[in-house]
């Protein structure tokens, strides 16, 4: 799902699509609410002004329109677990999408050559982004998009966020770059064949086909060469790497695995890092970061500006990798070769919760305990790791818990 910072926290993107019953969203109706209906009613009035007309109003949020309760419930649904790498990855880069991703390529070869052609950015992965975000146009979403941004607009967490993107999709159809009952996407507001918000449409979208609309739905050309058109904007640089997988020496300094820490191929070089064979690193004018998805334990990759610009597209770092290991796989490259043995059972958010309940018990600040493995957490993780002596990763496993649980359980 594209969208500038935010869009990718909101929607489930990070995860795999949610399969949702057409039946169950066709109409987006409740039991009335006049609160909603009240809110609308305003909104309304701010669509008008800003210069969206009462015919798009009209036939995109209809009279007696009310929230769609499913997408309520899809917003407020937290997982359940939090998910290793390896979990993550192999759920996403199996023998089933890569035998249809190379179906699609050889289906679709003349149009994405001519995308590469035009914007620089490798058939591989732009194909791999199709691949994971619809499984190649097989999931687009089937909620009717205005009605599922009101919902989210109304009374949301990010209301603001919302409202704006609700007012962006009016304007693309007030544009008639499709009718109104054919806006349809996920339940966060993303749409067609690479899963564009509305905002991230208007700045990116393309219509490579010149038939007067921009039709990233049902239009592949518009939706490859709106896709690069995104990436070439965001930064990619044609002809270089997004990085590979590499091995750490003995006694690497932990410190500098991170996505903050560039260094030159030939700094990393120096200080012992290798391709997976061991042989040393090709020479590359390019400064890269050091990152490890599952630990120390787990695969470490060495990756460049191009990823950076994969996480602008969606900022997990799982799902970046995933895009780029699934490109990789696409331009012939093999599996992943280290770090399996690494420790791959899944937390609970329950289990987060109680290293962080853990953590701050100890004095380590992190914020607000939320079962959520974000920075602050990671840090203190980190800065915990060091003081008792283990490898200072900042990566919650339930190998540290358990250490944890042995060395200060809970009201102990």
């Keep these: 799902m594209v969208c500038a910072a935010l869009l990718h926290s909101v929607a489930a993107h ?36 800003s210069g969206i007309s009462p015919q798009t109003l009209a036939v995109a949020l209809p009279e007696g329109v009310q929230k769609i309760e499913r997408v309520i419930e899809l917003d407020q649904r937290q997982p359940e677990f939090v998910d290793t790498f390896w979990n993550y990855l192999d759920r996403r880069v199996d023998e089933k999408r890569i035998r249809t991703g190379r179906e699609k390529l050889r289906e679709h070869r003349k149009t994405f050559n001519s995308v590469q052609a035009r914007y620089g950015i490798p058939t591989s992965v732009l194909l791999a ?18 009605a599922a941004l009101a919902t989210l607009a109304y009374g949301n967490r990010r209301s603001a966020f919302f409202r704006s993107e609700l007012l962006h999709a009016l304007t693309i159809l007030e544009q008639q770059h499709l009718p109104a009952d054919k806006m349809m996407g996920s339940w966060a507001g993303a749409m067609g064949q690479m899963q564009f918000m509305p905002s991230t449409f208007l700045h990116h979208a393309v219509d490579a086909d010149d038939d007067g609309r921009k039709d990233i739905w049902h239009s592949l050309p518009d939706a490859f060469n709106s896709a690069a058109n995104y990436l070439r904007r965001s930064g990619w640089r044609p002809g270089e790497l997004w990085g590979r997988e590499v091995k750490l020496p003995e006694g ?21 890092v290798r391709q997976t064979s061991g042989k040393p690193l090709p ?10 998805p599952q630990g120390h334990e787990g695969p470490a990759f060495l990756v ?20 780029c290991h699934l490109s990789d796989r696409f331009s012939g490259g093999g599996a992943l070769k280290l770090g399996r043995n690494a420790d791959n059972r899944r937390l609970t958010r329950d289990q987060y919760i109680e290293i ?10 992190l914020g607000i305990i939320d079962g959520v493995p974000g920075t602050k957490t990671r840090q203190a993780i980190q800065n915990y790791q060091r003081t008792v002596g283990l490898p200072a990763d900042g990566h919650a496993s339930a190998r540290l818990l358990e250490y944890m649980q042995r060395a200060a359980p809970l009201g102990g």
């Design 252 to 272: 690497f300094e932990l410190d500098n695995a991170s996505p903050e820490i560039l260094k030159s191929v030939k700094a990393w070089t120096r200080l012992g």
């Design 283 to 292: 020479p590359a004018n390019l400064n890269g970061s050091i990152i490890l």
């Design 14 to 49: 990070a995860a795999e699509p949610v399969q949702i019953d057409p039946a169950q969203v066709q109409t987006p109706t409740t039991a009335n609410d006049p609160q909603f209906a009240a809110w609308l009613a305003q909104f309304k009035q701010e669509a008008l002004a």
């Design 304 to 323: 460049y500006r191009n990823f950076h610009v994969i996480m602008e597209w969606n900022r997990s770092i799982n799902y970046a990798l995933a895009v």
């Design 356 to 365: 962080q309940k853990m953590l701050l018990q100890l004095g380590y600040p």
């Design 129 to 146: 982004l199709w691949g994971l975000e619809t499984g190649y146009g097989a999931s687009t979403g089937s909620f009717p998009t205005p």
